[in-house]
Nanobody, 113 residues
Framework: QVQLVESGGGLVQPGGSLRLSCAASGFTFSMYVMRWYRQAPGKEREFVARIGIGGSTYYADSVKGRFTISRDNGKNAVYLQMNSLKSEDTAVYYC???????WGQGTQVTVSS
């Protein structure tokens, strides 16, 4: 079955960086658009970034220029490099394969001094 396992979160100071990873299994990874979402306390889950089958990328305005999504089809993995982190980036981050209603457990990112 489809499995998504996110990792790489943690506590970081404002202005810092983190790299999130998502390991995927149970489907043909290279044939799916992959996305990152996040959910802050008391808020709905929101779109962060996506990467197409051919590597094209699209970002939410709130993270454009600071976050970079990438994928490694050989490793069935998608990544999110997050730079210049702000307190408002604090959330649980999830990856998702577009068209599949499966979510992992997420990874907590906390940006605080």
């Amino acid at each position: 079955q489809v499995q998504l396992v996110e990792s790489g979160g943690g506590l970081v100071q404002p202005g810092g960086s983190l790299r999130l990873s998502c390991a995927a299994s149970g489907f043909t990874f290279s044939m799916y658009v992959m996305r990152w979402y996040r959910q802050a306390p008391g808020k709905e889950r929101e779109f962060v970034a996506r990467i197409g089958i051919g590597g094209s990328t699209y970002y939410a305005d709130s993270v454009k220029g600071r976050f970079t999504i990438s994928r490694d089809n050989g490793k069935n993995a998608v990544y999110l490099q997050m730079n210049s982190l702000k307190s408002e980036d604090t959330a649980v981050y999830y990856c998702n394969a577009m068209g599949k209603d499966t979510w992992g457990q997420g990874t907590q990112v906390t940006v605080s001094s």
